[in-house]
């Protein structure tokens, strides 16, 4: 059973950061894309980024562009998400998620969670205007 521990949550004012981590407990972390997901209250879970196996192929929901970063440590076994300039629409549960696969080159499969098999608990992001 693979367990994904996240951390780094927290409370910030529009326009500050936070980085997520997100552990692995597995020793393959290195054969699968990663994902980060976030639900809003009130809200369906949508996607937020995803990365290949190696780092090399980054994915990002338009929204997020430029001001999110996903990447990984694959000897650490840990995925990130660096989050700068946030704003109050950015306020939800962050998720991440181990996928099915090495590469999510595809639009579709990349942002629908069944292309996901293992999810972490969550943590809070709450960005205040």
């Known amino acids: 059973q693979v367990q994904l521990v996240e951390s780094g949550g927290g409370s910030v004012q529009a326009g500050g950061s936070l980085r997520l981590s997100c552990a692995a407990s597995?020793?393959?972390?290195?054969?699968?894309?990663m994902g980060w997901f976030r639900q809003a209250p009130g809200k369906e879970r949508e996607f937020v980024a995803a990365?290949?196996?190696?780092?090399?192929?980054?994915y990002y929901k338009d929204s997020v562009k430029g001001r999110f970063t996903i990447s990984r440590d694959n000897a650490k076994n840990t995925v990130y998400l660096e989050m700068v300039s946030l704003k109050p629409e950015d306020t939800a549960v962050y998720y991440c998620?181990?996928?099915?696969?090495?590469?999510?080159?595809?639009?579709?499969?990349?942002?629908?969670?069944?292309?996901?098999?293992?999810w972490g608990q969550g943590t809070q992001v709450t960005v205040s205007s």
């Open positions: 998620a181990r996928a099915k696969y090495a590469m999510l080159g595809q639009y579709e499969t990349r942002v629908s969670g069944t292309a996901y098999d293992y």
């Open positions: 990365i290949s196996r190696s780092g090399q192929g980054t």
């Open positions: 597995e020793r393959t972390f290195s054969s699968y894309a």
